[in-house]
């Protein structure tokens, strides 16, 4: 005989609220209808007992130790905490003039992946392939174009330590070929900004609710002792040829870095960048030689239009004692050099949902502009100003796909003139 004392308060309560409000249960009546609810309970408990047995199995293969690391880590974590990501570059470039110097390169083969610790803690990190093979005997290099933690701080600031990206110009933290109009990088920034331009330290981000973005750093910075006077290499890319990419990177000397961007209204960007630190490094016969670099830049979207204009000018203090030293070789160490463009693009939507853009870009740009004084005939004579009309189009048919075709006219060396195919993707 089943007892009231074994059900559950809330099946009594359900049971007298059953029993007709005419007249009270009997408790005969009352003990029939306890016994079925029990009954009923039995049942919900014996089929989700059978549920757990189903799960059980599955659970027990998840416990089970993986052949990798990689699977290990599929298995037990959730997919989302994982991101893939990438970009890269297929092109094409013939000099007019010369048929023979037509080439054809996988530029960019990149892979990134992205990893979430937690709601405000993420790994951040970028694999680069350039020229499709890399060795000893081949152009191509392999390199660690970013890795860095990131940590979220409040509900717009944000700090970073690692390898990562400098926040200067337009380009720089925008690399991807689908952000950018031609084949090839623009000349400012790849002669004058060293794009891909990544150092390693300690980043602070915030974000402004009226459209104001700010960065401030620590990083490693320049190595002038990696000058090569034998080479004019150091002419074509000044930074780029002092650039340590944190590879073994001398330390003795950090830079800093700060930078605003604006985008309140919309359709506008307006920003400016400084990075400034010694490029000395404590190597002997290098001191105080203080690398600047600054910057200013405006973006703009009216309608279908994209215009955009930067100006950009670099620095090395103390170079005449080096320079000294290296009289008689074909690279002295400028001390200034800059850079400016204004480009306009007009974009238009095609019947097939493709994006036509016809583009224009006029660059002018001086490696070498000016010299510190060494004393009569020996001081070298500064660079003549390069010019550079750019006219092209690019063709975007599908989101994050784009063909590209232009033509380079050189002012100051017409040898130089081209053309470029090129295809671009992001993921």
């Known amino acids: 005989m089943l007892t009231l004392t074994k059900i559950p308060a809330s099946a009594v309560l359900l049971a007298i609220m059953l029993v007709p409000a005419a007249r009270a249960a009997t408790p005969e ?89 937690d709601d405000k803690t993420r790994f951040v990190s970028e694999l680069e392939i350039e020229h499709a093979v890399s060795s000893a005997d081949d152009p191509g290099e392999v390199e660690v174009e970013q890795a860095y933690i990131e940590r979220r701080l409040g509900e717009r600031t944000f700090a970073k330590i ?65 000058w090569d006077a034998t080479s004019t290499e150091g002419l074509e890319e000044p930074l780029g040829s002092i650039h340590q990419e944190l590879a073994l990177a001398a330390a003795g000397d950090l830079s800093g870095f700060v930078a605003l961007n604006y985008t309140g209204v919309p359709g506008l960007r307006l920003g400016a960048s400084v990075f400034s630190g010694d490029s000395a490094q404590g190597q002997p016969g290098f001191d105080n030689n203080r ?86 005939g020996l001081t070298p004579d500064p660079l003549d100003d390069e010019k550079v009309l750019t006219a092209g189009i690019n063709l975007d048919i599908a989101r994050g796909v784009v063909l590209k075709l232009d033509y380079l006219h050189f002012d100051r060396d017409d040898d130089n003139d081209r053309f470029d195919l090129g295809v671009g993707y992001q993921f």
Request: glycine share 10%; charged share 15%.
């Open 291 to 376: 690398v600047t670099l600054w910057e200013a830049h405006a973006r703009w979207n009216p309608g279908n239009w994209d215009l955009s204009a930067l100006y950009s000018h670099g620095h090395i203090a103390n170079t005449a004692p080096i320079n000294l030293t290296l009289v008689g070789n074909p690279a002295l160490i400028p001390e200034g050099f800059f850079g400016w463009y204004v480009e306009g693009a007009y974009r238009l939507t095609l019947a097939n949902e493709w994006t036509l853009a016809p583009f224009a870009r006029y660059e002018l740009f001086n490696t070498a502009s000016s010299y510190a004084s060494l004393g009569a």
């Open 29 to 117: 009546e009352l003990e029939a209808k306890l016994n079925a609810l029990s009954a009923q309970v039995s049942q919900l408990q014996s089929e989700l007992a059978e549920l757990k047995a189903q799960k059980a199995p599955a659970a027990t293969a998840a416990a089970v130790p993986a052949s990798s690391a990689a699977v290990t880590a599929q298995a037990t974590e959730p997919e989302s905490k994982v991101e893939w990501f990438g970009y890269g570059e297929l092109n094409y470039s013939r000099l007019t003039g010369d048929s023979s110097s037509a080439t054809a390169d996988v530029g960019r083969f990149v892979l990134g992946a992205g990893y979430r610790f």
């Open 162 to 226: 690692g390898l990562f990206l400098i926040p200067v110009g337009m380009l720089n933290e925008n690399h991807e070929p689908t952000r950018y109009y031609g084949v090839f990088r623009n000349s400012i920034d790849t002669a004058i900004i060293p794009t891909t331009w990544r150092e390693g330290g300690v980043g602070v981000q915030g974000n402004t609710e009226g459209g104001l973005r700010w960065d401030v750093g620590v990083t490693t910075g320049f190595n002038l002792s990696k």
